[in-house]
């Protein structure tokens, strides 16, 4: 039988996108079938596998998505929505291999059920680019959304306060509004999968808070307090309101935890 440890870092070292999104999806599915012993014998990449395309640029560097409306600025927004679900696909992915070890089968359940959806999102974005007259790598993309990976592999905690309590956390304040430009411009289809995102979004941050709850009731910490330390500590941006207060109390996350951050 397989190991678990071996099965993710297959999925985090495939170059090819779909073949990326296609293992990730595998390995959810032989894990909750009891095909993947829970083993942990080999470690993870420091760098998940990359295409040759898209060209990563560091963020100042990126073009102008173009207005909203215009042909080349939908494919932007796809093109855009689509190298954030590849990434998520891997930071899910690492998530579940690199700290599995320690904090157990659910948690390794949740994380792989999130990189699945992921996988999903990505190939529901990359469809959409392909109906555009694009694809997936036809753009540069940015190249900072790893950074966070490289800043807290040595701590889960700091892990999951940055990636699902803040990163993903933010995709439930932007993606809203996001929705319903696309709505408006009369793409019913992509409101469809801005709203599947913003479903599942929900229950990935969920995971998050839940397990970093854990942590830190482990550690003897206020949740508070720790996630306002390590956000301060591993996050290089900032935690920028308007915050969707409905969607993140959903999410687990209260507002006295975000509040005197931003």
């Known amino acids: ?11 985090l070292l495939e170059t090819d996108p779909r073949a990326k999104a296609l293992a990730a999806r595998a390995t959810a599915r032989d894990w ?10 080999v470690a ?18 990126m073009p102008k998505r173009g207005r909203g409306h215009s042909e080349r600025g939908r494919i932007a927004l796809w093109h855009a929505l689509a190298h954030i679900e590849f990434v998520a696909i891997d930071l899910a992915l690492d998530m579940a291999g690199r700290f599995g070890a320690g904090m157990g089968r659910q948690f390794v359940s949740d994380f792989l059920s999130v990189a699945a959806d992921e ?3 990505f190939e529901l974005a990359a469809r959409k680019l392909r109906t555009l007259g694009s694809r997936y790598g036809a753009l540069p993309a940015h190249g900072g959304l790893w950074d966070a990976a490289r800043e807290t592999a040595h701590d889960v905690g700091a892990r999951l306060a940055v990636v ?13 509004a996001t929705l319903e430009r696309v709505r408006a411009s009369g ?3 992509g409101a469809r999968i801005l709203q599947r995102i913003l479903d599942d979004e929900i229950r990935h941050v ?7 709850t854990a942590v830190c009731e482990r550690r003897g910490e206020s949740a508070e307090i720790l996630w306002k330390r390590l956000v301060e500590r591993h996050f290089r941006g900032s935690v920028k309101p308007p915050f ?3 969607a993140r109390s959903a999410a687990g996350l209260s507002r006295s935890l975000y509040a005197g951050v931003a």
């Open 1 to 11: 039988m397989t190991t678990l440890a071996a099965a993710i870092r297959a999925a």
């Open 187 to 189: 793409d019913e289809n």
């Open 119 to 121: 996988a999903m999102h």
């Open 44 to 61: 993870m990449p420091n760098e998940p596998g990359r295409p040759g395309e898209p060209a990563l640029l560091p963020p100042s560097q």
């Open 206 to 212: 969920r995971f998050g808070a839940t397990h970093f």
């Open 244 to 246: 969707n207060d409905s």
């Open 164 to 176: 699902p309590m803040v990163l993903e956390a933010r995709a439930l304040d932007v993606t809203p």
């Open 32 to 41: 909750g079938a009891g095909r993947l012993d829970f083993v942990f014998d």
